[in-house]
């Protein structure tokens, strides 16, 4: 058998209707979950005797469940085998010189040398380890529900809806390449379905015209310009880096309770920070693409879901504002 796992409610179906198998190979295993793996690992059980059964899997050096359960913790019957481009005669012999001279530093060391640990020296706003521990946390759902959209129209971006309930997040849904006419119907009828008490919508550039209709139709929305001055403006250089850095302050207390989902998780862990003066400021979009990495859609839409969560106001100016308070 042979195909893709597609996303987490596709595989499941897949993985459900699979025969008993003795042998499973996965390529670019840190694009699935670890459920994913776990239902995998689970239909090993053919019954031939002397069967040795094996899951294998290639990946590249990326923060997810695969370095916690192969690199951090070695588990029974788990064997990392590390193989680098100097290990792969097949390559043209400047290979890896060439890549090494158009690759930012972080991926020359996680690519071409392997190493499992570049991003823990730098200035991450949330740690790895905070990230995992959310995703085996079970809050119980309770309190307003309240949702986050970050809106996106082209190339690799997504646009992502996410719905939390308290401290836990429910849903997270996400699409790609539609126009705002399209996701503003889309938004219209999530809202319609999980009935959140408020939903805050990155109203930047294209955001706008997601925003407009709903609040022109009466939906509780508010909309949100992450570049405007913090609340807080001796500390934070505007309010994108305010509300990610209360976020972060959620998984440094462990009162947040994430899905494993690899995209969410693979740019959480790869949101970082500096200073303007004294000021905290969030790396920009731009400057996460030219590094490697996808614009942090996912992350941007937890973070807008979660305004508000520690009784932090909106601020004058804003649509529809449900009241609360400096804390």
Partial sequence: MYGGLGNDVEAVKKISNMPELGWIAIDQAEDITERQFLLLDGRLRLNIPGIHYKLMLTANPEPGWLRDRFIDNVLPDHRFI?????????????YAEKLKQIYPEALVKRLLEGDWDVDLAANYLIPYSQIREAIKRNLEAKGDKVAGVDISREGDDET???????NKVLHIVSWSHQDTTFSAGRVSQ???????????????????????????????????????KALDNETYANKRAEYFN????????????????????????SLKYHFRGTKLLMESKEVMKKRGF??????DALMLAFI????????????????????
């Fill in 82 to 94: 590390p193989a680098l481009p100097q290990d792969n005669p097949k390559l043209p012999p400047d």
């Fill in 308 to 327: 508000g969560s520690d009784g932090v106001s909106m601020g004058p100016g804003s649509d529809k504002i449900k009241v609360t308070h400096w804390g």
């Fill in 294 to 299: 996808k614009s942090p859609d996912y992350a």
């Fill in 246 to 269: 209360l976020l972060a302050k959620k998984f440094q207390a462990g009162e947040i309770d994430i899905p494993d989902n690899q995209k969410l998780q693979s740019q959480l862990s």
């Fill in 190 to 228: 999530l809202i319609r379905d999980y009935k959140p008490e408020i939903t805050y919508i990155d109203s930047v550039g294209i955001g706008a015209g997601v925003f407009d209709p709903l609040n022109n139709e009466g939906f509780a929305v508010t909309a949100i310009n992450v570049g405007e």
């Fill in 160 to 166: 992502v809806f996410i719905l939390r309930q308290g």
